[in-house]
């Protein structure tokens, strides 16, 4: 229960010798960076293993409206959605809907094999109002590796 004189003395003198020793952690930040290093490596080279390891990409879309300035009043707008890379996506489903410029509703579409939506809309704009815009979104195809996580382009309403 009590400690002997000797004893004591032989403990604080072995914790001692380490307090004093500034070279404990001289090693440590070199071994932390190799030990990063190696694990990096090696979980490149098991995911390089594995396939389908490149399908969890994401393709942001992005809706290209044609005509894209429109007068008020009923018409046809084209809206094509486009990958990242330009080429078109079919099975996506454009939404239009007001922004400022007033809309009955909400006008949607589903691309088709070439990429393009046709919508019929009929934008509205207030009394003193000249200009304003509607917002189009794309819902992508169920099942691919599409996004649409940026603003797309708007489709802007003038009165002439």
Request: net charge negative.
């Amino acid at each position: 229960m009590f400690d002997s004189f000797p004893d004591r003395l032989r403990r604080r003198l072995a914790l001692g010798q380490f307090a004093d020793d500034d070279r404990g952690i001289e090693g440590l930040p070199v071994r932390l960076v190799v030990a990063f290093v190696v694990g990096v490596a090696a979980l490149s080279v098991m995911l390089s293993m594995v396939n389908g390891v490149n399908t969890l990409a994401v393709s942001e879309l992005d809706a290209k409206p044609s005509p894209d300035v429109v007068e008020p009043g009923e018409q046809t707008v084209n809206v094509t959605a486009v990958d990242a890379d330009g080429d078109p996506v079919s099975g996506a489903t454009v939404v239009v809907k007001s922004g400022t410029a007033d809309l009955d509703g909400v006008a949607t579409a589903t691309t088709g094999d070439d990429g393009t939506a046709s919508l019929d809309i009929a934008p509205e704009l207030g009394p003193n109002q000249a200009d304003g815009t509607l917002r189009i979104s794309l819902k992508p195809p169920a099942g691919d590796q599409y996004v649409d996580r940026r603003e797309n382009t708007n489709l802007l309403v003038v009165r002439q």
